[in-house]
């Protein structure tokens, strides 16, 4: 009787173990399905804004210039 009832528990543990995977699977392909999403729509709001747009909005940042020296420090200021 304890061996019948071992093999129902390890059954109903697999079926759970099967059902978690399959959840998380669904929920994988939920977030792929949303990260393209995201990527497609920035992918056509940069098309419609343009590259002058994207580096004058970089240019506005005032990012540090760098004269060409090898020595990644010079950049500090």
């Known amino acids: 009787m304890a061996n019948e009832s ?3 528990n390890f059954i109903n543990s697999l079926a759970m173990a099967r059902n978690q995977c399959q959840t998380m699977e ?3 392909t939920g977030l792929t399905q949303a990260l393209h999403n995201v990527v497609h729509a920035g992918a056509q709001a940069g098309a419609q804004n343009g590259v002058g747009d994207l580096h ?3 240019r506005s940042l005032n990012p540090p210039r760098f004269s060409g020296y090898p020595d990644p420090d010079e950049v500090e200021n």
Do not use: G, L, M, P
Request: charged share 35%; aromatic share 22%; net charge positive.
């Open 56 to 58: 004058r909005n970089f």
């Open 26 to 28: 669904e929920t994988v």
């Open 6 to 8: 071992f093999k129902i």
